[in-house]
């Protein structure tokens, strides 16, 4: 079946600092990955995404490389800022059906001045 | 800009008074998804619509409902909610299901309160 796998936080960093926040998956087929972010009482906005192994995602400083051989598709961002804190959801969707997406637990980041 | 909308961003029900929570879209998506979130964890789906299509999870409560008049608006129908339903309430779109790149774009959530 499909899972994902997210490191758990909370994670708090100091601003500057680098980020990752680990993701591995398992699913059947070739699945698309997101990393959705989530910001404090809205709704989920798409920070990125990959839809084939090897491929970048980037966005706003954040990067994410599908990984097929270690099945992971970890976030990183060289330098976060405080107005990075938010929760993170790494996503996979699954090749047929409605596109339904699978998501981890979540992590949520803070950034301290 | 083309988006997905939600109302009520907040919603007060009391126990067991039935609620309607609304969604629209100017995407022109085909699918239409609702979700519950409780406080801390990850979005669980409940419904989703492909065009008039309805498909239920299975582990969905019955007292949960949804309506799709038309492309563009969708209606989640909690008809006895119970204090264990106080959650965010999100609604997605995408494009025509059977590609898996196709991404999800999400409205602002609807916080129901349960008194």
């Known amino acids: 079946g499909n899972s994902v796998t997210q490191m758990e936080g909370p994670v708090t960093l100091s601003e500057e600092a680098f980020l990752t926040i680990n993701c591995t998956y398992t699913a059947t087929g070739y699945p698309s990955l997101f990393w959705y972010v989530q910001y404090p009482g809205e709704g989920l906005q798409l920070l990125l995404k990959?839809?084939?192994?090897?491929d970048k995602g980037s966005n706003k400083g954040f990067e994410a490389t599908y990984r097929k051989e270690t099945t992971s598709f970890h976030l990183e961002k060289g330098s976060v800022q405080v107005s990075d804190s938010a929760v993170y959801f790494c996503?996979?969707?699954?090749?047929?059906?409605?596109?339904?997406?699978?998501f981890g637990t979540g992590t949520r980041l803070t950034v301290i001045p | 800009d083309a988006m997905v909308i939600q109302n009520p961003r907040y919603q007060v029900t009391q126990f067991g008074k039935p609620v309607t929570l609304s969604c629209s879209q100017t995407l022109n998506h085909n699918v239409m998804y609702w979700y519950q979130q409780k406080s801390s964890q990850a979005p669980k789906l409940l419904f989703h619509y492909y065009d008039k299509d309805f498909n239920n999870e299975a582990d969905t409560p019955d007292n949960f409902q949804s309506r799709r008049p038309n492309t563009s608006f969708c209606f989640l129908d909690i008809r006895s909610p119970g204090l264990g339903d106080a959650a965010m309430y999100l609604c997605a779109t995408s494009r025509s299901p059977g590609q898996s790149y196709n991404e999800q774009f999400f409205g602002p959530g609807t916080r129901l309160t349960v008194l």
């Open positions: 996503a996979l969707s699954d090749q047929g059906g409605a596109n339904n997406l699978f």
């Open positions: 990959a839809t084939k192994a090897d």
